[in-house]
């Protein structure tokens, strides 16, 4: 099992079985499998479409007391160390300045000291900017990747497949819904749910 995930999403084929939470989707699994499962059961994290495993042996009290145990284990954090390795303190971090040496062209630094708040300020400002515009491509690439995952494990073989992932990466959200359009109900809505996010559509 992936502790990581917060909701998952089971199919059996290309039936959903059961989306939400970690417990109540592996109970539903759990009951798929007892009675005789017809299809493949793969169950995706709904953040990464990763694989999702839950052990499920026992009765469904003794696999949710595990899902309660490995939940717990993932929740434990390692306490915090400083810069130099040495650890720190339970409590919260000293706040300030690190001082470091920055090398420019004289060019760069007249401009620096000629914006509002000196060449401080006008750095840090140059330097959020560029993380922010980073952070947005780095989730784009990640919801991509989710799509594309899902889509592999469980319409690699459906019509428009190919089509679909070509305007999945051209952030084409019009011929990527014609490209699915023939897909069974539920990959094609969980599929279409993860290419919104591609899209910036959620």
Same mark, same amino acid.
């Given at each position: 099992?992936?502790?990581? +995930? ?12 059961? %989306?939400?939470?970690?417990?109540? /989707?592996?109970?539903? /699994? ?18 990464? %479409?990763?694989?999702?495993? *839950? =052990?499920?042996?026992?009765?469904? =009290? @003794?696999?949710? @007391?595990?899902?309660?145990? @490995? =939940?717990?284990? +993932?929740?434990?954090?390692? !306490?915090?160390?400083? !810069? ?13 300045? /690190? ?14 000291? %000629? ?5 401080? /300020? ?23 990747? $989710? $799509?594309?995952? *899902? ?27 014609? %490209? ?5 109900? =539920?990959?094609?809505?969980?599929? $279409? ?5 591609? *899209?910036?559509?959620?």
């Amino acid at each position: 099992m992936n502790p990581q +995930a917060n909701t998952c999403t089971a199919f059996e084929g290309v039936r959903r079985i059961a %989306s939400g939470a970690l417990k109540d /989707v592996a109970l539903a /699994v759990k009951q798929v499998i007892e009675r005789g499962e017809q299809a493949p059961v793969l169950v995706f994290d709904d953040a990464t %479409s990763q694989p999702v495993e *839950f =052990d499920l042996r026992g009765t469904a =009290d @003794e696999v949710l @007391e595990r899902l309660l145990h @490995e =939940d717990k284990g +993932a929740e434990e954090e390692p !306490v915090e160390s400083a !810069v130099d390795g040495t650890p720190r303190g339970r409590g919260r971090p000293k706040l300030g300045v /690190v001082a470091r040496e920055v090398t420019l062209l004289p060019r760069h630094w007249d401009w620096l000291n %000629s914006q509002s708040g000196g060449a401080s /300020v006008a750095l840090r400002k140059l330097v959020e900017a560029a993380r922010l515009a980073g952070d947005d491509k780095d989730r784009t690439r990640h919801a991509q990747e $989710a $799509a594309y995952r *899902f889509m592999t494990a469980l319409a690699g073989n459906l019509p428009g497949y190919e089509e679909a992932t070509r305007a999945l990466y051209a952030a084409d959200p019009a011929r990527f819904d014609a %490209s699915i359009a023939q897909w069974p109900i =539920d990959v094609r809505e969980h599929a $279409a749910r993860l290419a919104a996010r591609a *899209f910036g559509s959620v």
